[in-house]
């Protein structure tokens, strides 16, 4: 499979990289930094220059042409302002689910956050963050050309993933840590199987590949 990967020198997204690449899968990273390309390379994937805040929907499409699954992993980080978590949080993930459907990738994962609703109400930066990811999380829902998933995880953290999760539709706030998410969502981009589902996902204790196809049976 060709997997391409929006914010692929984030933290999830660069263990993912090396997950798939490790199983045989051709995966390209977009990165808006070339200081970050040889990190990409050193993780098996493909540096892909692109900046999604100021790309148009042809470009991105032109990235996406050919991948059998693409993964929106892009973030404005933790210490951006309000502007950039609507512009990369809710514009760029909107740029970027429009562009696969152009280009006509039928599997989409989108990275989202526990708690991320539209309507959230306040006006600090986290709130603007989760009504930015809320914001997108719908517009991808909307899309019937996709078979999207929605992967909402708890709090992250640096802790060595253990493979064992709880995956749902609702689990309750928890930590999770980052290599347990990219496990996960390398279970999720090999297999359309939980199209349609918007899932949370905290520590358990269940094996990833056993969370994964459990939700999908359910």
């Known amino acids: 499979m060709r997997i391409v990967i929006a914010g692929g020198h984030g933290q999830i997204a660069l263990r993912l990289e090396r997950l798939l690449s490790s199983a045989g899968h051709q995966v390209a990273g977009v990165i808006r930094n070339p200081a970050h390309e040889a990190d990409l390379r050193e993780a098996g994937a493909e540096p892909v220059l692109l900046d ?106 640096d802790e060595l993933g253990t493979g064992l999760v709880r995956l749902a539709a609702s689990t309750g706030r928890g930590p999770v840590s980052r290599d347990d998410v990219a496990a996960v969502l390398a279970e999720l981009a090999e297999s359309d199987a939980t199209a349609g589902l918007t899932l949370e996902l905290v520590s358990g204790g269940v094996p990833v590949a056993v969370a994964v196809r459990d939700v999908a049976g359910n």
Do not use: C
């Not at 514009?91 to 970027?96: D, Q």
């Open 52 to 157: 999604l805040e100021s790309a148009s929907p042809e470009e991105v499409a032109g990235v996406l042409e050919g991948a059998d699954a693409a993964v929106f992993a892009a973030g404005a980080g933790p210490g951006s302002g309000t502007a950039r978590k609507n512009t990369v949080d809710r514009g760029a993930a909107v740029l970027f689910a429009d562009a696969a459907e152009r280009a006509g990738v039928r599997r989409y994962i989108a990275v989202s956050s526990m708690g991320a609703d539209a309507g959230h109400p306040g006006d600090e930066v986290f709130d603007v963050y989760l009504r930015a990811k809320g914001a997108a999380d719908d517009h991808v829902r909307g899309k019937s050309g996709l078979r999207w998933t929605v992967l909402r995880p708890g709090q992250l953290t």
